[in-house]
C-alpha cells in the first residue's frame, strides 16, 4: 500500500498528496513544535517540509517508507532553519569609529536587515549590493559567489573586503 502512496504522489495525484498531508501533518507539526517551543515557526516548517515533498515528489523513493522520508526532510528542513536563525543573529560589522552594528535584527518572528545597513547598501553599485547580499542574505560562501557570478574565488573575497570597508565607512558617519 505505502508503494502504491509513494508511486501516485510521484505521479503527481494531487488527492493522495493531500491524504498524506493529512495523515503526517500533525505528527511533523508536533516535531516541530517539540524543537523550537514556537506555534508559529513550527506551522511554517511544517508548511516547508510538504511544500518540498510535493515540489520534489520525483525524489521520493518506492524503497523507504513515507514516515522515514518525510522526517529526513523535516530534520533537514530544521538544521537548515536553525542554522539561518543563528547566522542572522550573530551577524556583525564593526564601523571604522569602533561601533559594532548588527546586519540582522529581529522583527515581527523573522530576522531582516538592519535599515540603517539597508539603507547604507542603497547607496552601493548594484554589484556591490549583490555580492552583499549574496554572501550574508543568501549564506554563500565566497567560492559559491565567485561560482555565481563567474570570476575567481579571491577576486571574490577581495571585492567582498571592500564592501565590507565601504559600508563600515558609511555606518561611522
Known sequence: METKTIKAVKEGNYRIFSEVFDRFWRKVYRYFLKQTQNAADSKDLTQRVFINLWTHRDALSEEGTLNEQIFRNARLT??????????????????????????????????????????????LPPKDKELFELRHVGGYSNKEIAMLLGIPAKAAERQLLKVNRQLQKLLSM
Open 78 to 123: 530544521f538544521i537548515g532553519w536553525l542554522s539561518r536563525k543563528y547566522r542572522f543573529r550573530d551577524s556583525f560589522l564593526i564601523t571604522e569609529d569602533g561601533k559594532q552594528v548588527a546586519l540582522f535584527v529581529l522583527a515581527d518572528d523573522t530576522y531582516q536587515l538592519n535599515p540603517d545597513v539597508l539603507q547604507a547598501l542603497e547607496s
